[in-house]
Nanobody
Framework: QAQLVESGGGLVQPGGSLRLSCAAS????????MGWYRQAPGKQRELVAR???????TYADSVKGRFTISRDNAKNAVALQMNSLKPEDTAVYYC?????????WGQGTQVTVSS
């Protein structure tokens, strides 16, 4: 079964940028969408951004205009460019792939925005 491997998290100052990447270790059939979710301490996991098979994107209101999601269908990979980061963006970010067979999740990568 293909695993999702994430990279790119870390510590950044407010106003800075980070790029998260996620790639599947094997093939995944019938993908509907790929995306990123995040979970801050004491809060529920929430959608950050999602890109559908045809390229339609969805963003949380809190990140619109600051984050950009992109996808490489041939490589089953998805990336999240995060600009103008704020302390409230601090969370564990999870890669998600939704397919005909259900959801798959990455292990999570920590993003901390702090001065």
């Amino acid at each position: 079964q293909a695993q999702l491997v994430e990279s790119g998290g870390g510590l950044v100052q407010p106003g800075g940028s980070l790029r998260l990447s996620c790639a599947a270790s094997g093939s995944i059939a019938s993908i509907n969408s790929m995306g990123w979710y995040r979970q801050a301490p004491g809060k529920q996991r929430e959608l950050v951004a999602r890109i559908a098979r045809g390229g339609t994107t969805t963003y949380a209101d809190s990140v619109k205009g600051r984050f950009t999601i992109s996808r490489d269908n041939a490589k089953n990979a998805v990336a999240l460019q995060m600009n103008s980061l704020k302390p409230e963006d601090t969370a564990v970010y999870y890669c998600n792939v939704n397919s005909l067979f259900g959801d798959r999740w990455g292990q999570g990568t920590q993003v901390t925005v702090s001065s």
